[in-house]
């Protein structure tokens, strides 16, 4: 399979770290012009900078996609840079783990915004464009807490569960429109995810768990599918996990 993205502009959001930052690598060294995204200035900015380094086209654009008139700068500067988006990687999420009675309002809002309502306010922004040229792709970093409900993970399976019925519909108003909409929904990653929040640095279950290149193979593998076809759901589970 042809794994070039030679002439297409993606958006990356949640670059700074983990699985954001070696997908923005992946796409840099697939020929794909990339505009990495997070709050973390100094982080994005040594992303784009390797990329560039390596041969390829990168700017950095520090944004809270949690608030509407950060995503419409974001928008802005990568029309201004690039004239279009072709791919779009809701990628940006967080969660705090435990039992229900230890999660906070804020804890809820805090995972409901950063994964579900980014994703809604990135589409939103950037879908139109893709609709006016019958062309695009949008990709959502969901995980197995959104095809399953598991323990200690209420709010966060809620919001997963919600990005990928919303990643649904969007297939059934979109397709024929000419653009692919695809779910990576992986199990546990080795990255900074959740260190904090419910993971401990230096667990020795994180050593089992999959290198954030290969979920960014997995994206890779969905945005470079053949002109008629498209993968809607990749599921990934570490061997250290069952189903």
């Known amino acids: 399979m042809n794994r070039s993205l030679t002439d297409n502009v993606a958006v990356v959001t949640g670059a700074s770290s983990g699985i954001g930052r070696a997908t923005a690598y992946a796409m840099g060294e697939a020929g ?7 709050r973390r200035t100094d982080r994005i900015e040594e992303v784009a900078r390797r990329i560039n380094e390596a041969g390829g086209q990168a700017i950095a654009v520090t944004a809270d996609v949690t608030n509407a008139d950060d995503v419409d700068r974001l928008y ?16 940006a999420g967080v ?42 792709q949008i990709c959502f970093l969901a995980s197995v807490a959104g095809l399953k409900g598991l323990p200690n993970e209420t709010v966060y399976c809620a919001s997963k569960f919600a990005q990928v019925g919303f990643a649904q519909a969007l297939d059934y108003e979109t397709r ?21 929040t419910g993971r401990i640095e230096g667990d020795p279950a994180l050593d089992a768990m999959m290198e954030p290149e290969d979920i960014a193979e997995a994206v890779m593998f969905a945005l470079t599918q053949p002109e008629k076809a498209r993968t809607f759901l990749i599921g990934m589970r570490p061997m250290s996990e069952p189903l």
Request: a negative charge; one cysteine or more.
């Open 176 to 196: 024929e429109s000419g653009i692919k909409v695809s779910v990576v929904a992986p199990g546990g990653v080795h990255t900074e995810f959740a260190i904090g």
């Open 95 to 136: 969660s705090s783990y435990g039992p229900l009675d230890t999660i906070t309002v804020e804890d809820y809002d805090w995972m409901m915004n950063t994964n579900m309502r980014s994703s809604f306010l990135c589409t939103r922004r950037f879908l139109p464009d893709m609709l006016v040229r019958q062309r695009g």
């Open 76 to 91: 802005d500067v990568a029309i201004e840079a690039f004239g279009r988006v072709d791919i779009l990687f809701n990628n």
């Open 32 to 38: 794909a012009q990339v505009v990495v995204t997070a």
